[in-house]
């Protein structure tokens, strides 16, 4: 399904819809402040696997990302963070940013794994947040790649339907997408450093 909702005022119909699926153990594919995400229920160890199968990597290795609703869910999946970082992720967050923290025990056991990291996104995004909060708990996200050597991420979203049609259940147009990816941020030990430079900027908020 190509579902049509606007970022400005998105449809509570619509919205509870997508809501509807994850739990239901479905994908969807969903636009961020950065480029669109795939992205299932994190509770569905299922279908976190049919999201690594659609990548092509193993569950254990992947590095997914949680999208949450606020900083109010960190407790949920981190060891506790230091004010430093703390007040950097308040600063920074919502944004296009992805923040690498210690996980808590309850993140290898989603991921059946010995992960003892967790990346942590809070996408400037009304749609993606709404889904998160109506849904009640995180989604695990994973960028949508390009076959294009050239363009890295498809940001058209009816381009994206096209080729996961088969594969997700719902893809969500929320207008194009960017094609620069979130900003890294690795906060493991309190030391902060920009893994993978992206479309935010870590030094605007420092």
């Known amino acids: 399904m190509l579902l049509k909702i606007y970022p400005e005022n998105p449809n509570p119909r619509h919205i509870k819809t997508v809501v509807e699926c994850l739990s239901d153990g479905g994908i ?18 299922r279908t976190v696997e049919r999201v690594a199968e659609i990548k092509g990597i193993r569950k254990e290795n992947a590095n997914f990302s949680f999208v949450c609703y606020d900083l109010s869910q960190l407790a949920d999946f981190t060891k506790p ?62 960028s949508v790649h390009d076959d294009d050597h050239i363009i890295e991420y498809t940001t058209d979203p009816e381009l994206i339907y096209e080729r996961y049609k088969d594969l997700v259940d719902i893809v969500i147009d929320g207008g194009f997408g960017d094609n620069e990816p979130s900003t890294v941020i690795s906060c493991i030990g309190d030391e902060i450093v920009v893994v993978r430079q992206g479309k935010g900027i870590l030094e605007d908020y420092l």
């Open 28 to 45: 969807v594919i969903y636009p961020t402040d950065s480029v669109y995400g795939i992205g299932c229920d994190i509770f569905k160890s």
């Open 81 to 142: 963070i230091s004010n430093t970082t703390f007040k950097l992720m308040k600063r920074a967050l919502p944004g296009p940013f992805t923040f690498i923290l210690d996980a808590n025990n309850n993140v290898p056991k989603l991921f059946q794994s010995k992960k003892k990291t967790v990346g942590i996104r809070i996408p400037d995004n009304s749609i993606a947040r709404t889904i998160v909060n109506e849904l009640g708990n995180p989604i695990m996200s994973t």
